[in-house]
């Protein structure tokens, strides 16, 4: 009862995200073994303890932007993954690469966005981090910013399957024509589940953004 409850809290796009990032991180953890990677930035000293779902959705909950937010983080993490081959997502990374991509994705795609400051705070950074993680993504991304609706709507179309993969009873396989983010070396593609409330008024995002403001701060 508490997961139905947990899923109709929070959008299915969330799950589905982060379970593709968690098997990523798994198996780029183990090939960093074996294949030379490039330390960044983006790097912690340790795993962070936070999952990976419940990072994103403490950034759902806090940062509230938009659904289609997530979808097109989720577009400049493969697009920086396939300019910088060695910097594959993995648990060391994931979560800096995360806060930054939705931060920068925010401020691309919404009318209201709060400032680095507090995506920092969202994401258990300072201040400073924030500012030279969003530097140093947005040239990894030679400042690729630009979504088409036609690549979205491709990104959009490929979740399905990780929702496929997370049925038990369906086998889906994936080939390696299709596009994966597997060892990030090729394409990942996904699906988002919106809520039905996507198109909520500026009045109401900005009654919203004060209210997570205010929790946040407590």
Do not use: W
């Not at 799950?15 to 593709?20: D, G, K, R, V, Y």
């Not at 991509?101 to 969202?122: E, P, Q, R, T």
């Not at 994401?123 to 030279?132: D, K, L, Q, S, V």
Request: proline share 5%; net charge negative; aromatic share 10%.
């Amino acid at each position: 009862m508490a997961e139905i409850e947990k899923l109709n809290s929070v959008p299915t796009m969330i799950t589905f995200l982060s379970s593709l990032l968690q098997r990523v991180a798994e198996s780029n953890d183990i090939q960093r073994k074996l294949e030379p990677q490039k330390v960044s930035v983006f790097h912690g000293l340790t795993q962070p303890t936070i999952s990976i779902q419940t990072y994103l959705e403490r950034i759902f909950k806090y940062a509230n932007c938009s659904p289609s937010c997530f979808v097109v983080a989720y577009v400049y993490l493969d697009r920086f993954t396939q300019r910088q081959p060695l910097l594959p997502i993995n648990s060391y990374n994931v979560h800096r690469l995360l806060i930054t991509s939705v931060m920068i994705s925010a401020k691309f795609m919404d009318d209201m966005y709060y400032n680095n400051a507090y995506y920092a705070k969202i994401g258990g950074i300072n201040i400073t981090e924030m500012n030279f993680l969003e530097v140093d993504f947005l040239f990894g991304l030679g400042f690729h910013l630009n979504v088409t609706p036609n690549t979205f709507h491709t990104y959009c179309s490929y979740l399905q399957r990780e929702m496929l993969l997370l049925q038990p009873p369906l086998n889906v396989v994936i080939s390696d024509s299709n596009p994966s983010l597997i060892m990030g070396k090729s394409s990942m593609i996904i699906h988002s589940c919106f809520n039905d409330d996507e198109s909520t008024s500026h009045q109401q995002q900005q009654q919203q953004q004060q209210q997570q403001q205010q929790q946040l701060a407590v």
